[in-house]
């Protein structure tokens, strides 16, 4: 192999391994790609006007004022009256009350013999009657453990394009309402945020979910379905029959998803007024909450540390889950959508590409400076046109790997040549040491810029040296006696020509 094509070539493999890691996508690469759209969101969260959405929590001070949770259902029975009475525009419970009141009357009165339970009045059907005369959303939660989810959706569903459902989260266990709450409902929809657990940030929501052959909402397109006095949901497939999702309709907002059915969620920062009080709603003044409650969907959840329903935004921010829902709504009714369309993966392998091949040509060419203020601009360059398609329109563009890729290469070639170069010099110094004394040797290497072609007029000494006799001295002591000798002879010799840069042959 011609040497000078080694350099070459070995760039020419990093960009190639590099690209067929990033085809490969591992998780890494993905994690990297996640926190660089954080950083986009935090340099420039959501903004403009809030849209009519509230959140009623079940914070530390309503908790301190009636008793831990859980409440008993007559006062949830209370909550759902009142916000119906205010004029909510639909009610969410970002709770499942999967068991009956273990506080009802009923349930209270059938654990002590001799009471006639059955003239007990029970909170579950206190609850369920104010359920029937509100808009408002029950939900269910993921649960491996659980039963398979049989309960029927509330919302109709229809389908535009190829049907979405192998590729939405599937549903293979749920914990559900009680089916007297679920029935009285009139909306019914998902509230996990995540189809898994996760440590992270929560980027993404899911708005539909599947259930065998069934579809259900997400939570939050629910309780706005039922705000909007929709009947139904039109699930948008993609049109080539690859079975995925492109995004979903209600009323009159096209919603763009993932093709797992996901929102990327494109968060605000965190607003006070976002939030009421439960016990503005509880409390004997709760008619003074009107403005904050006519018109708007209102979603009920806790922000109480000790009921564990925190969760990290993208922003760093720690928010109760209802808030996310809430983010949900709020996004979608203001029409701010982030998305990452397919073209945009290619986009980003090409700049890769196109930026790795450059800084192989111009390390090779021009040197590792040259390389370093190129490459300097390339990044720049990326980085700066991920921004403006984040910023001007909402395209997620990832700019991790170019960048981290470009380091890469241009330290890989800058080592590759560093190594082959000492190499050389390294030959070139076992070459002449053997008729240059080793002092001489860092001397030239120090002073290298100063070296003349044709090499300089100097007066220099030779020096012809034998031990006279040496035959029959040999002759007349041992060995032992003759390497003495001549150690001594060239330790004092060697000493005074090494000290003056001379060469011993």
């Not at 094509?5 to 591992?26: E, N, Q």
């Not at 993404?204 to 379905?225: H, T, V």
């Not at 890469?408 to 560093?418: D, E, K, N, P, R």
């Amino acid at each position: 192999m011609n040497l000078r094509l080694l350099p070459t070539l070995f760039g020419l493999a990093i960009v190639v391994l590099l690209t067929v890691l990033r085809i490969a996508d591992p998780y890494p690469l993905q994690v990297a790609r996640d926190v660089g759209f954080d950083v986009y969101q935090r340099l420039k969260p959501r903004t403009g006007p809030a849209g009519p959405v509230r959140v009623l929590d079940i914070d530390e001070a309503s908790l301190a004022q009636y008793g831990q949770w859980p409440w008993p259902r007559d006062l949830m029975a209370r909550i759902t009256d009142r916000l119906t009475a205010l004029g909510a525009a639909a009610i969410g419970f970002d709770v499942i009350f999967a068991e009956p009141d273990r506080l009802s009357p009923k349930t209270l009165a059938a654990l002590v013999p001799g009471l006639d339970a059955a003239s007990m009045p029970d909170n579950d059907v206190t609850f369920a009657t104010a359920l029937a005369q509100s808009r408002s959303v029950v939900g269910f939660s993921l649960s491996p453990a659980a039963p398979p989810l049989v309960m029927p959706a509330k919302a109709g569903f229809a389908i535009s394009g190829s049907d979405p459902k192998p590729s939405l989260p599937q549903v293979r266990g749920a914990v559900t309402p009680l089916p007297a709450l679920q029935a009285a409902a009139a909306g019914f929809g998902g509230l996990s945020l995540e189809t898994n657990e996760s440590a992270s940030a929560v980027r993404n929501l899911p708005l539909l979910w599947a259930a065998g052959d069934k579809l259900y909402p997400a939570f939050s397109i629910e309780a706005l379905r039922l705000a909007l006095g929709e009947g139904t949901i039109v699930a948008l497939g993609d049109t080539t029959d690859a079975n995925t999702a492109e995004g979903l309709k209600l009323g009159p907002f096209t919603i763009p998803t993932t093709a797992d059915g996901n929102l990327v969620l494109y968060y605000r920062q965190p607003d006070p007024k976002l939030y009421v009080s439960a016990d503005a709603i509880l409390g004997e003044h709760w008619q003074d909450a009107a403005p904050l409650i006519a018109g708007e969907i209102v979603l009920i959840g806790t922000s109480a540390s000790g009921l564990l329903d925190l969760h990290q935004t993208t922003l760093g921010t720690i928010v109760p889950g209802v808030s996310i829902h809430a983010e949900a709504i709020d996004q979608i009714v203001s029409g701010q959508f982030l998305t990452r369309a397919d073209w945009v993966r290619g986009l980003e392998i090409l700049a890769f590409v196109i930026t790795g091949l450059l800084l192989v040509l111009v390390v090779l060419r021009l040197g590792p400076l040259a390389g370093l203020l190129v490459g300097g601009g390339l990044v720049a360059g990326i980085a700066a046109g991920g921004w403006l398609l984040f910023s001007s329109y909402g395209l997620l563009a990832d700019v991790t790997f170019p960048v981290v890729g470009a380091i890469l290469v241009y330290g890989a070639m800058v080592y590759f040549q560093f190594s082959i170069s000492d190499r050389g010099r390294r030959a070139v110094r076992r070459a002449f040491s053997y008729y240059v004394a080793t002092e001489l040797l860092t001397e030239i290497e120090k002073n290298a810029g100063e070296i003349k072609l044709g090499g300089e007029l100097r007066e220099i000494t030779v020096m012809f040296s034998d031990m006279r006799g040496f035959t029959s001295y040999t002759e007349k002591h041992t060995p032992h006696e003759t390497l003495a000798t001549l150690n001594a002879l060239f330790g004092a010799l060697g000493k005074q020509i090494v000290d003056r840069f001379g060469t011993i042959d």
